[in-house]
Nanobody, 123 residues
């Protein structure tokens, strides 16, 4: 059974950092495309970053240089390091798994989702 459990969210001041974790079970994270998405109130869910089975990463334009996606195969865990946070980064952050080894950052490419972890950035 595929499960994704996120943690690491919280409240931070602008300019601060957070590291989100997503512990996966039921499959090896190294074999699938994995990603982080976020959704702010009243807005559509948007892709943040993706890592494919080879370790290749892509980022949404506004996150390049501030966010880093990575995984620990031994811990079967996906991470999102977020630096220089600003209030516009406030959202629920979701971990997701694609049925594909190689995929885009479109929500339609992912079929398993975690419950999310809330990130709130104050000015």
């Amino acid at each position: 059974q595929v499960q994704l459990v996120e943690s690491g969210g919280g409240s931070v001041q602008a300019g601060g950092s957070l590291r989100l974790s997503c512990v996966a079970s039921g499959f090896p994270v190294s074999k699938y495309g994995m990603a982080w998405f976020r959704q702010a109130p009243g807005k559509e869910r948007e892709g943040v970053a993706r890592i494919d089975s080879t370790g290749l990463t892509i980022y949404a334009d506004s996150k390049k240089g501030r966010f880093t996606i990575s995984r620990d195969n031994a811990k079967n865990t996906l991470y999102l390091q977020m630096n220089s946070l600003n209030p516009e980064d406030t959202a629920m952050y979701y971990c997701a798994r694609s049925p594909l080894r190689f995929c885009s950052l479109r929500t339609s490419d992912f079929n398993y989702w975690g419950q999310g972890t809330q990130v709130t950035v104050s000015s």
